[in-house]
């Protein structure tokens, strides 16, 4: 996107922009004239849009610190500009913990599980629109991802892994409780300031779907960044455990839970594999990542 359209639509929240910087896809820091900082956000649809609105007031009325849509010179919280649909949020003052600090630092998976625990507890208590998408993660696993990766790789080791997760995820899944996730609660979406929760942002491919996947999802993100280091990666296991433990304390986790945090980390691998697959360099990398795994079950457990 230019910025000179990037112009355009700020214009129309009374900004002057004079400097953009991509973040994402569909994410841009905006610099203005008076030095203040916006985020401006392409939206996938009008739809998901309205859900995010609804559950960042839900989660601001429980006292929980994330951003939140300003209004532009119309009354309206999003502009269509060229068939596409935007909105601009406050830049939010604080940073990600790094991986290195998270599996350097104790307190710092204990935060983390705090954090996603008492936002997990908060979005329990909202109603879930027929509209919001309700993720039944044994069908993505089995009749997308999985299919989709076994066009293009006939190892025999992922093979055995696939059927071994088909057998262990129906025995376990019904039993894996249910509820509207933040779906991308990777640690560059939890942000501190001084060492205090200054908010969660990126709520746009919130889901309703197994409530253990945002922890596990926080803690592969990290392991995807050290991966290569294999003195992290003991440390990895620790950071597990400790994540889990202080969820446990905040939101209590059935046993079936418990004992499912392998099974969904291996999920998420292969979804991120199947998603990846003709990007070689990221796939293999996952797939490293998915065996190994893997092969530390009993550690993980």
């Known amino acids: 996107m230019k910025l000179s359209e990037i112009q355009v639509v700020s214009s129309y929240w009374g900004l002057n922009v004079v400097a953009s910087k991509v973040l994402s896809e569909r994410a841009f820091l905006l610099r203005t004239d008076n030095g203040g900082r916006f985020i401006l956000k392409k939206k996938v649809s009008i739809e998901t849009f309205q859900f995010e609105v609804q559950l960042l007031s839900h989660i601001k009325n429980d006292k929980f610190p994330t951003h939140f849509p300003l209004e532009n010179n119309l009354g309206e919280l999003t502009l269509k500009y060229n068939e596409m649909y935007f ?80 057998v262990e995820l129906k025995k376990r899944v019904n039993f894996l409780l249910t509820q509207i996730i933040h779906r991308d609660a990777h640690i560059y979406n939890i942000l501190y300031k001084d060492n205090k929760l200054s908010g969660i942002i990126d709520f746009e491919i919130a889901e309703v779907n197994v409530r253990i996947f945002d922890i596990c999802y926080c803690s592969t993100s990290i392991l995807n960044r050290v991966f290569l280091n294999e003195e992290l990666k003991d440390k990895w296991i620790l950071f597990v455990k400790e994540i889990v433990f202080e969820y446990h304390k905040i939101n209590p986790l059935n046993e079936v839970e418990v004992n499912s945090i392998w099974h969904i980390m291996l999920a998420i691998q292969v979804i991120f594999m199947a998603s990846f697959k003709d990007y070689s360099s990221i796939y293999e990398i996952n797939k490293k990542m998915l065996i190994w795994l893997y092969e530390n079950k009993e550690k993980i457990n």
Do not use: M, Q
């Open 87 to 166: 909105s601009i949020y406050p830049y939010l003052e604080g940073t990600p913990f790094n991986a290195e600090e998270c599996l350097n630092t104790p307190t710092i998976p204990r935060n983390l599980g705090e954090t996603i625990a008492t936002l997990h507890k908060s979005l329990a208590t909202l109603e879930t629109p027929d509209a919001l998408t309700n993720s039944d993660l044994y069908s993505v696993l089995f009749d997308w991802a999985i299919k989709e990766i076994l066009r293009i790789d006939h190892d025999k080791v992922l093979t055995n892994i696939f059927k071994e997760l088909k």
